[in-house]
C-alpha cells in the first residue's frame, strides 16, 4: 500500500516516488500526493514525468493513477505534480463545506446531509428540506465571521468509544468497526468524521457564497456555493442583477421582495378579470347583450368542469333576477373577492342568509314559470353551438 501524503500534508504538490506497476494506462505508485476523491471530493489531476494524470481511484487499498500514453515503468523513479489551483480550490471546497452545513444546522436543527458534491465547476450540499433564504442569509453572516475570525482546522483520530464523540457529525454505520475514526473539526463551532483534504485556517477560504437552490428530487434540496475568489465574482454578480430588477421594479432593495409579490397578485388579479370579460363575452356573442347570466357553481360531487370548463346559465328574456348581482346597485349583493379570501367564512355565512332568501322567493316563483334556461358553455377555441 503506497504512502499516502496526503493524509497528513494538504499542501505537498510536488513529490517523487517510485514506481511499483504498470499496467497501460494505469500506475500504481509507492507514495503518492494525488488524492484519488471521496467524501464528495472528486480526485485530483496532475503530471507523471510529464505525462497527464487523468484520473486517480482506489482499486481495493491501492491508488490507480491513470496516466495514458505513459513510458513508466517498474522500479523507475518519477516526479509527480498535481495540479495545485484546481487541488486548493477543492481543499477550500471541502473545507467551505463543513463551514456551510454547520452555519445552516444552527439555522435548522431539523437539517441533515444527503448528499455532497465538491468539484473544479460546481460545488453543493444537499439536505433534507428546504430552508429559507433569510436563514442561508443568517448561516453565511456566521460562516463569514468563522473566516474572518481565522480558525484552525484541525484533524485528530478518535476511537469509536471516546465520549467526545458525541459533539461530532458522524454516521458510524459507514465507518468499519477495526477503521480509525478521523475528525475535523474547525475552531470549537464544528467537528465532522472526515478523511478528505481541507485548508488548516478558515481565513483561507476568503469568502463563502451561496449562490443557488435547486430542487434535488427525493434527496432534498442542493444548496449550491462558491469559495474564494468564486465566491467574490458570484456575489458581485449576483447583487448586480438585483439591482437592475430593483430599478427595473421602481422599488428599492429593501422592498424588492415585496415588490414582486405584490405584482405577482395584481398579475393574478388581471388574468381573472380577463377571464370574466371573455366569459361576458361569450354570452354577448351567442345570446346577445341584454340577456342575463350567471356562472354556476354545481355542488362538489357534481363538479364536472376540472379543466376549467365553466357553467353558465342563460335566463329568458326580460327575466328579473331573483337576487342580486350588482355590488353597488342591488342591495342583496355579497361581493367574493377573488384575491382576498380572508373573509370567506363570512361571506359563506351572508351568502347562505342570502340563498334561503332567495329559496323562498323560488318557491313562490316556481308555480307559474319555469326559471332557468340552462345552457352549458365551454371555452371560445372549443364553443359549442
Ligand atoms: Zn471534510
Known sequence: MADEVFRHDGYMAVFEAGVVSVNGDEVILDCTAFYPGGGGQVCDTGKINGFRVTDVHYNGKEIVHVVPGNDLR?????????????????????????????ALHR????????????????????????????????????????????????????????????????????????????VV???????????????????????????????????????????????????????????????????????????????KHDLAVAAEASKAMVKQQIKNEIFGEKRLAIEVFPKQKNLVDVQDVY??????????????????????????????????????????QMSSTVSDRERRNQADTEVFDGQRVSHPQEKET
Open 74 to 102: 517498474p522500479g523507475l523513479r518519477i516526479w509527480g505534480e498535481v495540479d495545485w489551483e484546481r487541488r486548493f480550490d477543492l481543499m477550500m471546497g471541502h473545507t467551505g463545506e463543513h463551514l456551510l452545513f454547520c
Open 107 to 182: 439555522q435548522d436543527p431539523e437539517l441533515t446531509i444527503t448528499k455532497i458534491y465538491i468539484g473544479p465547476d460546481e460545488k453543493y450540499v444537499i439536505v433534507n428540506h428546504d430552508i429559507s433564504w433569510e436563514k442561508i442569509g443568517a448561516a453565511l453572516e456566521f460562516a463569514n465571521q468563522a473566516i474572518r475570525d481565522n480558525l484552525p482546522v484541525r484533524k485528530t483520530v478518535m476511537s469509536r468509544d471516546d465520549p467526545d464523540l458525541e459533539k461530532v457529525r458522524i454516521k458510524l454505520d459507514r465507518i468499519e468497526e477495526d477503521e480509525e475514526i478521523t
Open 185 to 263: 473539526s474547525i475552531g470549537d463551532i464544528d467537528y465532522s468524521a472526515c478523511s478528505g483534504i481541507h485548508v488548516m485556517e478558515t481565513s483561507e477560504l476568503g469568502m463563502l457564497f451561496v449562490d443557488r437552490k435547486v430542487s434535488a428530487g427525493k434527496d432534498g434540496i442542493a444548496i449550491h456555493f462558491k469559495v474564494g475568489n468564486a465566491a467574490q465574482s458570484s456575489a458581485m454578480r449576483l447583487a448586480n442583477i438585483c439591482l437592475q430588477a430593483v430599478e427595473e421594479a421602481n422599488s428599492k432593495p429593501e422592498d424588492i421582495v415585496r415588490s414582486i409579490a405584490n405584482m
Open 311 to 352: 357553467h353558465l346559465w342563460v335566463f329568458p328574456k326580460d327575466f328579473d333576477l331573483p337576487f342580486g348581482i350588482h355590488p353597488i346597485r342591488d342591495k342583496q349583493c355579497k361581493v367574493i373577492s377573488r384575491g382576498c379570501p380572508k373573509d370567506v367564512g363570512y361571506l359563506i355565512e351572508n351568502t347562505r
